[in-house]
């Protein structure tokens, strides 16, 4: 901490005093670069940290540079508030430019930014307003009281003082709640969703800082230049833009700085070969994106893992620790005992019939055991209930309300929670923060609070870290806490699924074959858990093909084959079914497979 704190001072001072050794045109050199470290930072927060391509960035910053030259030439606006509308402008653009975020895939939103940016640039060639090809000269200095900021030298500061304040307010974001939140969306935003992060906005919340730091990059280059043109908001310098964030490693806002600087100084020495650079930037990213896939930020990570293996691992291995079981509590008795209704649920997917009129009730308490052959339906009976699939008839409620075709996150926030069966664990946040996720209720709407309650948010995260250290002690995951997820065994991982599904304070959890891959003596400890898991007033549904912990664990289940409901009630009763032993049998497996003695598998 102290030697960071330090190196910040060194680079600090060592930025403060930089202009004492340049000339002019190296100053109006730096000055640009800085411009293109905050826009990169912000195509960082979209691109790297919440994951949504965005081919608009150039776009943003034109308008902000727009906007500023026309409100101060033609309109004869002041320049800060001409600037500050000019930023409203941006964000109104932001806005436009994220509205198919709430609908579309991300993929399909490069094409939408992509044509964005090219009518962009067509408007602003073609238009009246904004001087055509000519474009926009002669907007006026910048008026600082005590500061002549018709100095290229002074205006360094101004703009260093802005960059540092749009990194800090990045780096704020990316390490608590909201950026969160968005670094889980960008790694799983089916997992995010089903933990309660509203995926909509908070692909809406990326552009919109996006299209800030755009504007404010867009003010200060006109206020720098003082002349707007197309050419500075074109194809070319979205693509250098680009090059910067991957270069310098896109899930790190110091990395997209390190890459605006980088890119910048390599752009300026190859100044009078514009074909050599284009063809240089394009080897440069795709040498980084094939070798280096966590950019220039990534590398002394990897040197340190790389030092680790060559001097061998010091200090104790992490281990897995015991779980420590939840306090019982009883159900409380005024409310109603039926915690989930299916009521003749279909599910068509073209011609296939997934499920065919289900019906189920699990009530309030109770540990429910779905179990069937491959394929007959029970993994999309989860994402039915859970939101993922829109049912094709048939009725979902939850807690008594219903709740057929609502999304992942409203269910989430209702009080489901749930885990995957092929392991949908947040790969690049750590063991820690894929806790931190699912603890976290705050509303997206809510993140204002980042620009006017800044304090209460760093309070909070702080009860958060707190309330996740003690969720994973009591999983006894305690020693992953830093780690990230992948690189954990399988059964550790799952066993983080779960504390993460439960740490999202559920009243029904679905586990989806939690048993899959465990040993006998993990699939011990996984009983142990769940039944303390329900101890604890949760309801709990359990998809498993481990018959003898079904056995066990449930005190009802229901068969599922070919979609239908074939049989439901308490295990002894239906392990002898024959409706059930004949679906098994036909699916070649042993009639061993259900055991009439209640009792784990080892
Ligand atoms: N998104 C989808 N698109 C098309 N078909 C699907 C989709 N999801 C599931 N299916 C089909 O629906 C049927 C039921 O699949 P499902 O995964 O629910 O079965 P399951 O009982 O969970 O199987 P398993 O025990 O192997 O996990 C299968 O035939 C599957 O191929």
């Not at 340049?22 to 293109?36: E, M, Q, T």
């Not at 002074?154 to 703009?159: P, T």
């Not at 194809?235 to 790190?252: E, P, T």
């Not at 885990?419 to 894929?434: H, K, Y």
Request: hydrophobic fraction near 50%; aromatic fraction near 6%; glycine fraction near 10%.
């Amino acid at each position: 901490m102290r030697s960071r704190l330090a190196l910040i001072a060194l680079i600090a001072v060592a930025a403060w005093l930089l202009p004492y050794g340049l000339d002019s045109y190296a100053i109006h050199v730096v000055n640009v670069i800085l411009i293109f470290a905050i826009l990169a930072t912000g195509l960082g927060l979209a691109m790297g940290i919440a994951g949504q391509v965005n081919l608009a960035q150039v776009a943003f910053f034109g308008v902000g540079a727009y906007v500023t030259a026309i409100l101060t030439t033609r309109a004869g606006l002041g320049f800060w508030v001409s600037a500050l509308l000019a930023v409203a402008a941006t964000v109104a653009i932001g806005l436009v430019v994220g509205t198919p975020a709430l609908r579309v895939q991300s993929h399909y939103l490069g094409i939408v930014t992509l044509g964005l940016a090219l009518a962009f640039t067509n408007w602003v060639t073609n238009a009246e307003i904004t001087g055509g090809a000519e474009g926009i000269s002669a907007i006026p200095v910048p008026v600082l009281p005590g500061v002549d900021l018709s100095s290229e030298y002074l205006y360094y500061y101004l703009e260093l003082i802005v960059l540092a304040l749009a990194l800090g307010f990045g780096l704020f974001v990316v390490r608590t709640g909201l950026g969160r939140r968005m670094r889980a969306m960008r790694d799983d935003s089916l997992a995010a969703g089903s933990l309660g992060a509203e995926v909509p906005l908070l692909r809406m919340t990326a552009f919109l800082l996006a299209s800030v730091y755009g504007g404010v990059g867009g003010v200060l280059y006109a206020g720098l230049i003082r002349y707007v043109a197309p050419e500075s908001f074109g194809i070319a310098n979205m693509f250098l833009l680009l090059a910067m964030v991957i270069i310098g490693g896109r899930q790190s806002l110091i990395g997209c700085v390190v890459g605006a600087v980088s890119l910048a100084l390599v752009r300026e020495a190859l100044v009078d070969h514009p074909t050599i650079a284009q063809v240089a930037y394009g080897t440069v990213v795709v040498l980084v994106v094939v070798f280096a896939p966590t950019g220039l930020a990534g590398l002394p990570a990897r040197a340190r893992v790389l030092r680790q293996r060559r001097r061998g691992r010091q200090g104790a291995a992490p281990r897995l620790g015991p779980f420590t079981p939840y306090e019982p509590t009883a159900a409380p008795p005024d409310q109603a005992t039926t915690m989930l209704r299916v009521a003749e649920v279909t599910m068509r997917f073209r011609g296939l019939k997934a499920l065919d009129r289900v019906s189920l009730t699990v009530d309030r308490g109770e540990i429910r055991g779905v179990v069937g052959p491959n394929g007959s339906g029970k993994t999309t009976l989860f994402n039915v209930i859970s939101g993922l699939y829109r049912p094709t008839g048939g009725r979902v409620e939850f807690r008594g309300r219903d709740m057929t075709g609502s999304t992942p996150y409203r269910l989430a926030r209702a009080g489901m929670s749930r885990t995957f069966q092929n392991l949908r664990l947040f790969g690049d946040l750590t063991v820690e923060e894929n806790v931190l996720v699912a603890l976290d209720r705050s509303r997206t709407l809510s993140s204002w609070r980042y620009l006017l309650g800044p304090v209460g948010i760093l309070r909070r995260d702080r009860e958060l870290h707190r309330q996740a250290r003690a969720v994973l002690d009591r999983y006894g995951l305690a020693d992953f806490a830093g780690l990230p997820p992948k690189s954990l065994p399988y059964g550790i991982q799952r066993r983080v699924e779960i504390a993460r599904a439960v740490a999202a304070a559920p009243s029904l959890l679905l586990l989806d074959e939690p048993a899959a891959g465990l040993n006998g003596e993990e699939v011990r400890q996984l009983s142990d858990i769940v039944r303390a898991i329900r101890d604890s007033g949760v309801t709990v549904i359990v998809i498993e093909h481990n018959m003898g912990l079904v056995m066990s664990l449930c005190e009802r289940i229901t068969v599922l084959a070919g979609g239908r409901v074939i049989a439901e009630g308490e295990p002894a009763q239906v392990a002898r079914t024959p409706a059930v032993i004949e679906a098994y049998l036909g699916d070649s497996m042993s009639s061993d497979d259900l055991p009439s003695v209640p009792e784990v598998t080892r």
